[in-house]
């Protein structure tokens, strides 16, 4: 069993940064690769990013790619989301989640275990 708990979230101005971050309970963090997804309203919720379970490979969904960067932090149970040029487009709720597949999946269903979520507000 993993529990994720999700922070960072807030309001910023379109061109802004953010970093979010998702603190997971127990000891095997590790044996988890680990991913953020979002969901904006009347939207379905969509990938974002991923990351194998000790960070070696990372992806990214189109629309972010080469503004934000995932990163984990195995020795402090902690993901990461450094959000960087946000866009207004980019509001949404952020969720992490952990999967039991080696190098996660951009799948939402072939992850096991989801957070609460957080608010990420962009202003134009």
């Known amino acids: 069993q993993v529990q994720l708990v999700e922070s960072g979230g807030g309001l910023v101005q379109a061109g802004g940064s953010l970093r979010l971050s998702c603190a997971a309970s127990?000891?095997?963090?590790?044996?988890?690769?680990m991913g953020w997804f979002r969901q904006a309203p009347g939207k379905e919720r969509e990938f974002v990013a991923g990351?194998?379970?000790?960070?070696?490979?990372?992806y990214y969904a189109d629309s972010v790619k080469g503004r934000f960067t995932i990163s984990r932090d195995n020795a402090k149970n902690t993901v990461y989301l450094q959000m960087n040029s946000l866009k207004p487009e980019d509001m949404a709720v952020y969720y992490c989640?952990?999967?039991?597949?080696?190098?996660?999946?951009?799948?939402?269903?072939?992850?096991?275990?989801w957070g609460q979520g957080t608010q990420v507000t962009v202003s134009s």
């Open positions: 127990g000891r095997t963090f590790s044996s988890y690769a």
């Open positions: 990351i194998s379970r000790r960070g070696g490979s990372t």
């Open positions: 989640a952990a999967s039991q597949l080696y190098s996660g999946s951009s799948t939402a269903r072939e992850y096991n275990y």
